[in-house]
C-alpha cells in the first residue's frame, strides 16, 4: 500500500491531497476495522471515501466474498484506483458522497476526508440536504468527517456495522454535541478507540485519531473506551480491559468524552465551585483575516509615517509573552526588539499615508481574503478592548495564563477576559487560581485534546469551566495578593503557600460513580 502512496503523491503533489483532505490508512488500522464490520453474515461492504481502496485490498485478504462498493469525488484518486484494483466484485461511483442520497447499507467502513467543513465547496447545499433527508440541522463549524459519520449512521440497515477512522475532536467541541447525539440515539456505540500514537497513522496531521465502532442495534450495550498505544495494539485490543465503561443513557452529548479516555476520577461541581462566567467572559482574541498586512513593527509604523491614533499596541503571537506577569515594560521591550506589537486601526476618513498603504493592501490582494471582504471597509480591525486577564489558545503539558496590566490588545493567539461588576474586584483572585496546579487541573476537565500532546480552549469551554465561589475566594485575605504577585514577576510560579491554599479547592470535588 505505501509504494501506491507513493505513487500517487508523485503524481499529483502534495498540494492537491492536502486540499481535499486525503490521508491514507495504514493496512493494519484498515484490517481491524475490516475484520470488525463484517463479522456475522454480510454480503456488502461500502466506502463513503474509497480513496486507494485500503478498506478493499483488507477485505480481500481475509476473503471477504461479499459486493464492495464505494464513493470517491476526486476524479485523480479514482482513475488511480481503477487501475490497482481488479475485481468484478467492486464498484466505485465518480459521486460526492455527502450530496447522494437513498442509498442503505449492512456495513460501513470510512477514513473520511480531514478538513473543515468551512473549505467544503457547496456546503449551503449540503446542510440543506441534511435537514431535509434525515431532519439534521449541521452546524457551520462541522467538519467533514463527522458529516460523513452522521449521514453513514442514519444509512445504516438494522444489524449493520461501522467503522470510522476520524479526527476525534468532536468529542469536545460545541459542533460535537450533534455528533454524539446521534451516536446514542441511533443505534449502539460499540467503542471509541483513541490512537495514543496519532503520528503512527497519520504524520502529517495535528489532531487526535480514533476508531469509531458502531451497530444499529436496539440493545444498549455499555460503551467502551480504549486507548491504543500503537497499531499492533489493535490486535489483542478486545482482550484487555478498557480505560473506562459506561452505559449509553448515562452519557451526555453536553458532556466532553476526551476525559473518558483519562484513569482519573471525574468530578462534580458542589458549593465552592460556580462557572466563571460568573466573573465574566472569555472571548477570542481579534481575528483580521491577513496579519501580514495589520501587524507592524515600530519602524514600519514609522516607515510607512502613520499617525500614532492609526495603530494600537497588540499581542500579535504567543511566544511575545515569556512570563505570567505582563506590564509596560515588558510592552516596550518588545518594540525595542523591533517586534510586530502594533495593529493597524484605521477608520473611514484616511490620511495620505494612511490610505497609501491601504492601496498597497489592495494591490496584494488583500482585501480579498476571507475575512477581509465581509468587512466594510476591508480594513477595519474587530472592535475588542485591552483584556486584564490572556489565556493562550493553544497549549502543550501546561496553559498559558497572562495577567496584563497594560492596555495592550491582542490577537487570536490568546482569548481575553472582560470581568463583570463582580469580576472586577476578583481578577488577581482568579489569575491566581488559574495559574495554581489545582485550578489547571479543574480546567483540564473542559479542554480540548488534539494530537502531538496539542490541547486547546475555546471561549466558552473557559467560561463554563469552574472556578471557586466569591464567598470561598474570601478565604484568599491570609495570602498578600500583592506579594503574590511579586512572587510570580520574578518565579512564574506560585508560592507554596499559595498552592497549599487553593489544593483544598479539592474539598469541594468527590468522585463520580
Not at 502529517?204 to 460503551?223: C, N, R, Y
Not at 453536553?254 to 458542589?270: A, G, L, M, R, V
Amino acid at each position: 500500500m505505501l509504494n501506491e502512496i507513493e505513487q500517487y503523491t508523485a503524481i499529483v503533489g502534495e498540494n492537491h491531497r492536502k486540499n481535499l483532505g486525503q490521508f491514507f490508512t495504514e493496512s493494519r488500522v484498515a484490517q481491524f476495522m475490516v475484520n470488525w464490520v463484517t463479522e456475522g453474515d454480510k454480503n456488502s461492504l461500502y466506502d463513503p471515501a474509497f480513496g486507494l481502496g485500503a478498506f478493499y485490498f483488507a477485505a480481500k485478504k481475509i476473503g471477504f466474498k461479499g459486493r464492495i462498493s464505494g464513493a470517491e469525488i476526486d476524479e485523480k484518486i479514482l482513475r488511480f484506483s481503477q487501475a490497482i484494483v481488479y475485481s468484478d466484485y467492486c464498484t466505485i461511483n465518480h459521486t460526492d458522497y455527502l450530496s447522494q442520497w437513498g442509498l442503505q447499507h449492512e456495513a460501513v467502513v470510512c477514513n473520511p476526508p480531514y478538513m473543515r467543513f468551512q473549505k467544503f465547496t457547496g456546503r449551503d447545499q449540503v446542510v440543506n440536504e441534511f435537514e431535509s433527508q434525515i431532519g439534521v440541522k449541521l452546524s457551520g463549524y462541522t467538519n467533514i468527517a463527522s458529516a460523513f459519520l452522521i449521514k453513514s449512521i442514519f444509512e445504516l440497515v438494522p444489524g449493520g456495522r461501522l467503522a470510522y477512522l476520524m479526527p476525534l475532536e468532536f468529542l469536545n467541541t460545541g459542533y460535537g454535541k450533534l455528533v454524539k447525539k446521534t451516536l446514542i440515539e441511533q443505534g449502539t456505540l460499540r467503542a471509541i478507540i483513541k490512537m495514543a500514537n496519532e503520528k503512527e497513522i497519520f504524520p502529517e496531521v495535528i489532531t487526535s485519531i480514533g476508531i469509531i465502532l458502531f451497530e444499529k442495534a436496539k440493545t444498549k450495550a455499555p460503551i467502551r473506551f480504549y486507548t491504543a498505544n500503537n497499531i499492533h495494539q489493535l490486535d489483542s485490543l478486545f482482550n484487555q480491559s478498557p480505560v473506562s465503561t459506561h452505559a449509553q443513557t448515562g452519557l451526555s452529548p453536553e458532556d466532553k468524552w476526551s476525559k473518558y479516555f483519562e484513569n482519573i476520577p471525574q468530578t462534580i461541581e458542589i458549593e465552592h465551585l460556580v462557572p466563571l462566567s460568573s466573573y465574566g467572559t472569555f472571548s477570542r482574541g481579534i481575528a483580521t483575516g491577513a496579519n501580514e498586512f495589520f501587524t507592524l513593527t515600530k519602524k514600519q509604523v514609522n516607515s510607512l509615517g502613520l499617525a500614532t491614533t492609526e495603530t494600537v499596541p497588540c499581542i500579535t503571537k504567543s511566544n511575545q509573552i515569556k512570563c505570567s506577569i505582563f506590564n509596560t515594560d515588558d510592552f516596550n521591550s518588545l518594540v525595542d526588539k523591533n517586534l510586530p506589537v502594533f495593529l493597524l486601526n484605521l477608520n473611514e476618513n484616511l490620511s495620505e499615508q494612511a490610505q497609501n498603504y491601504v492601496t498597497h493592501g489592495e494591490r496584494l490582494d488583500f482585501h480579498q481574503r476571507y475575512l477581509t471582504k465581509m468587512k466594510k471597509p476591508w480594513f477595519k480591525i474587530e472592535n475588542r478592548i485591552s483584556a486584564p486577564l490572556l489565556f493562550g489558545v493553544f497549549s502543550r503539558n501546561t496553559f498559558k495564563v497572562i495577567r496584563n496590566y497594560t492596555t495592550v490588545r491582542n490577537l487570536t493567539c490568546y482569548h481575553g477576559f472582560n470581568p463583570n461588576l463582580f469580576g472586577v474586584k476578583y481578577l488577581d483572585h482568579l489569575f491566581l487560581y488559574l495559574l495554581s496546579t489545582t485550578g489547571k487541573y479543574i480546567l483540564s476537565q473542559n479542554v480540548r485534546r488534539y494530537g502531538d500532546s496539542l490541547d486547546k480552549f475555546e471561549p466558552n469551554d473557559l467560561n463554563t469551566a469552574l472556578c471557586p465561589s466569591m464567598m470561598w475566594f474570601e478565604q484568599l485575605s491570609n495570602i498578600d495578593i500583592a506579594q503574590e504577585i511579586s512572587y510570580i514577576r520574578k518565579f512564574n510560579q506560585l508560592s507554596e503557600k499559595a498552592e497549599l491554599v487553593f489544593s483544598t479547592l479539592s474539598d469541594s470535588m468527590i468522585p463520580l460513580p
